[in-house]
C-alpha cells in the first residue's frame, strides 16, 4: 500500500477525480474550493484532458451537462452562493439522466455570505434548489481520506444510475490538511454505449431532453425516475455509527462535525451515559430505515450541525415521532467544540437521571 | 491524548510553511495530525496563522476555541492569541519583533530571539524554522532527522536547495541551553 501524504482537501478531491477518470473539468473560482481547479488546470494539460475555467459558474455547470451527455466523466466544483447558480442545470441533467459530478465546498451564506466553513446548503443540497420531482445522490465526506473515496464513489455512482452526484464537503475539509492515501480506483468502468450521444453513424439517432408533451409520458418518466431512486436507496444508501446497540442518546452529524461528535460521544461515555454516534455517508439517500430501527431502544437523538437546523428535520422524519429528537447548533462560524455539545447534551438530561 | 498549535506571524514569514513542515513531522512520528490555515484575505504583510492537532487517536475538532501552545513570530499575533491559550498553557515568542512582557500569570513564556538567531544562522527569513528548533526542544521529542524529512516534503522541487540552510535555522533554535538563554 502506498504511504500516507499530508494532503489538503481540496487537493485531495482534484487528484481523485483525476484517478476516477475524470476527462473534463469546468470551473469557477470561488473560495474556499479554488484549489480544485488551480490544481487541474495543470494537471488535466499534462495528462491531456480537457479543462475550462468557464466564464461563469452557470456556463461551467451547462459545459459538464454537454460534456457528460457524451458519456464522458465530467465535473465541477464550487461552493454555496455559486452552486445555487447552478440549480437549474442540476434539474434539467436528473431528468435528463446526465451522470454530472458537482463537489460542493460549503461556505457560509445565505445570499454571498462569507468565505468561512458552514453546513447550510443540507437542504439545498438534498432536497434540490432546481425546479420538479428529481433527487440527486448526495455524499458527505468527514476526513480527508473520504474527500479522495466519495469522490470515487461519486463518479462510479453517477454513472451506475445516470444520476447526478454531489460530494458535499466544506470549508474546514476543503481548506485542512491530514495524512491520507490514494488508493487505487477501485470500481468498475460502466458501459455507456447504449445511450450516450457519440454521433449517429451507423446507428439510430438518439437524444437527450428533458421536454415531455403528453401528460402521460410525463408521469411515466418522472415515475421511471423514482423507480430509479428507490432502487438507489436500496443499493447505496451508507453510514456509520458507534456504540448505538446499548445508547439511550444518539448523537447524530455529518461532514466534518462528525469528528466532534465521536469525541463528544467518548466524553459522554466517561461520564457514564450511554451514548452512541450516527452519521449519516450518504444524506441523499438518507439513512432513514436503520434511524428508525435505531429509535425503537434509542431515548433521545441530538442532531449537531452547522446551520439553523436541516439535517434535524430528516431525523425526525425518520424515527417519526417513536423518540425525542434535539438539536444543537450554530449558524456559521466556529466549529461546535467537543465541550460544547457535551454541555449541549447534559442539558438535554433531566436532573437526578444517572 | 490531543493537542492543539498555533503558529502566527506576519504573511510571508512562513508560517503555513512552518505549519506544514511540523505537521509532516508528527506524521512521521507516528502521531494523527491535521493542519488548518486561516484564509481567505489574506496577503503579505498581514497576519496569517495555521493550526496543528495532535493525537495518538483520530483528530476530533480540527479548529478549537482554546489552544495548549502558540508560537508568535511577530508582536499582532502575541497580542491577538495570548487571551486564548488554556490555563497551564505555553507561548513561544519571537523577542526580536516582540516585547518581552507577560500579562498573564497561568502561563508559561519563552522568548527567543529567532529572526536574529536565523539571520546568525545563514537566512534572516528563517525565524519560523528557528521557532520550530525551540519547540521541538521543549515540547516534543521530534529529532533532527525527522524535520529533515518533513522539510524535504514541504519544499516544492524548485527549493529542495534551501533544505539545508532551514535545516540550518531549525538548529539553531534547537539548543539545549535554551532554558539558560
Known amino acids: 500500500m502506498a504511504e500516507k501524504e499530508l494532503l489538503k482537501g481540496n487537493y485531495a478531491i482534484a487528484e481523485a477525480a483525476v484517478r476516477a477518470g475524470c476527462e473534463c473539468y469546468f470551473g469557477y473560482p470561488i473560495t474556499p474550493q479554488t484549489e480544485i481547479g488551480e490544481y487541474l488546470s495543470q ?103 473520504e474527500c479522495i473515496d466519495l469522490t470515487y464513489k461519486a463518479f462510479y455512482l453517477s454513472q451506475k444510475y445516470r444520476n ?100 463528544a460521544a467518548k466524553v459522554l461515555r466517561g461520564q457514564g451515559l450511554k451514548v452512541g454516534m450516527f452519521r449519516p455517508i450518504t444524506l441523499s439517500p438518507f439513512p432513514s430505515g436503520r434511524l428508525n430501527e435505531l429509535s425503537n431502544h434509542v431515548k433521545k437523538f441530538v442532531v449537531v450541525e452547522m446551520n439553523m437546523g436541516q439535517m434535524v428535520n430528516d431525523v425526525k ?37 444517572n | 491524548m490531543e493537542k492543539n498549535y498555533i503558529i502566527a506571524g506576519f504573511g510571508g514569514q512562513g508560517v503555513l510553511f512552518a505549519g506544514k513542515v511540523l505537521a509532516n513531522a508528527f506524521m512521521y512520528s507516528g502521531k494523527n495530525v491535521t493542519w488548518y490555515p486561516c484564509y481567505g484575505a489574506e496577503m503579505r504583510g498581514g497576519t496569517v496563522n495555521c493550526e496543528i492537532v495532535v493525537s495518538d487517536e483520530e ?34 515568542c519571537n523577542s526580536s519583533l516582540i516585547e518581552e512582557v507577560r500579562p498573564r500569570n497561568d502561563i508559561e513564556y519563552i522568548f527567543y530571539p529567532m529572526t536574529e538567531k536565523a539571520t546568525e544562522s545563514g537566512n534572516h527569513k528563517l525565524a519560523n524554522m528557528v521557532s520550530l528548533g525551540v519547540l521541538s526542544d521543549i515540547e516534543t521529542s521530534l529529532d533532527k532527522n525527522i524535520f529533515e524529512r518533513a522539510v524535504d516534503t514541504v519544499l516544492p522541487e524548485e527549493r529542495k536547495h534551501l533544505a539545508s540552510v532551514n535545516i540550518n535555522a531549525w538548529s539553531a533554535g534547537h539548543c539545549n541551553t535554551l532554558l539558560a538563554c
Not at chain 1, 78 to 91: G, H, I, K, N, R
Not at chain 1, 96 to 116: F, H, K, S, T
Not at chain 1, 182 to 211: H, M, Q
Open chain 1, 43 to 145: 494537471r488535466m494539460y499534462d495528462l491531456g484532458r480537457g479543462y475550462v475555467c468557464a466564464e461563469s459558474e452557470l456556463a461551467a455547470i451547462n459545459m459538464v451537462l454537454g460534456a457528460a451527455s457524451t458519456g464522458a466523466k465530467a465535473m465541477t466544483s464550487s461552493s454555496s452562493c455559486a452552486v445555487a447558480l447552478m440549480q437549474e442545470a442540476l434539474s434539467y441533467a436528473c431528468s435528463d439522466e446526465v451522470p454530472v459530478v458537482l463537489v460542493n465546498v460549503m461556505r457560509a451564506g445565505p445570499g454571498l455570505g462569507y468565505i468561512y466553513p458552514a453546513q447550510g446548503d443540507y437542504t439545498q443540497a438534498v432536497y434540490g434548489g432546481g425546479n420538479g420531482d428529481y433527487k440527486m445522490i448526495v455524499l458527505a465526506p468527514s476526513t480527508v481520506q
Open chain 1, 164 to 263: 447526478p452526484t454531489m460530494v458535499l464537503a466544506d470549508g474546514l475539509l476543503g481548506q485542512m490538511m491530514e495524512p491520507a492515501v490514494f488508493s487505487k480506483y477501485p470500481y468498475p468502468e460502466i458501459d455507456n454505449s447504449n445511450w450516450a450521444l457519440t454521433g449517429a453513424k451507423g446507428r439510430e439517432g438518439r437524444k437527450i431532453c428533458s421536454v415531455a408533451p403528453s401528460e402521460e409520458k410525463q408521469i411515466e418518466h418522472i415515475n421511471n425516475l423514482f423507480k430509479k431512486y428507490e432502487l438507489i436507496a436500496e443499493n447505496e444508501t451508507e453510514w456509520e455509527e458507534i456504540g448505538t446497540e446499548d445508547a439511550d442518546i444518539v448523537l447524530v452529524a455529518f461532514g466534518s462535525m462528525t469528528r466532534n461528535i465521536k469525541a
Open chain 1, 317 to 353: 422524519l425518520a424515527v417519526n415521532g417513536k423518540t425525542d429528537v434535539e438539536l444543537i447548533n450554530r449558524s456559521v462560524g466556529q466549529w461546535l467544540s467537543v465541550e460544547e455539545i457535551v454541555d449541549g447534551v447534559n442539558k438535554f438530561i433531566p436532573a437526578g437521571v
Open chain 2, 59 to 92: 483528530v476530533s475538532s480540527v479548529h478549537k476555541q482554546d489552544v495548549d501552545c502558540v508560537i508568535a513570530l511577530n508582536q499582532l499575533s502575541f497580542d491577538r492569541f495570548i487571551t486564548k491559550i488554556k490555563k497551564g498553557g505555553r507561548i513561544i
